[in-house]
């Protein structure tokens, strides 16, 4: 069982990135998906999650309204739509799954099975 995060880089203040994750050796369809982030010095941080089931979502308050989070099954893949970007974003991007069904702990990163091996997101201002 493999998650890869793919799609990080350097970009400008104010400019755009999509993250990538894509899962192999299971099918994911029937875990909830996550991605969560960890600067330098810092806790890893909860950013955006997406329901196994009806496509609901939660995102950090620092997130809300710039990042998106989508997935597809039939590709085992979840993305991360990430706009309007800020050096505070700056951090190593991490996604997981989780085989959890309680909705409402999606935002602790206990609950999560499988890591990916993180992805590296670097806004300059």
Do not use: H
């Amino acid at each position: 069982v493999q998650l890869q995060a793919s799609g990080g880089g350097l970009v400008q203040a104010g400019g755009s990135l999509r993250l990538s994750c894509a899962a192999s050796g299971r099918t994911f369809s029937r875990y909830t998906r996550g991605w969560f982030r960890q600067a330098p010095g810092k806790e890893r941080e909860f950013v955006s999650a997406i329901n196994r089931g009806d496509g609901s979502s939660q995102y950090a308050d620092s997130v809300r309204g710039r990042f998106t989070i989508s997935r597809d099954n039939a590709k085992n893949t979840v993305y991360l739509e990430m706009n309007n970007l800020k050096p505070e974003d700056t951090a190593v991007y991490y996604c997981a799954a989780s085989s959890r069904t309680i909705w409402s702990t999606v935002r602790d990163a206990s609950v999560y099975d499988y890591w990916g091996q993180g992805t590296q997101v670097t806004v300059s201002s």
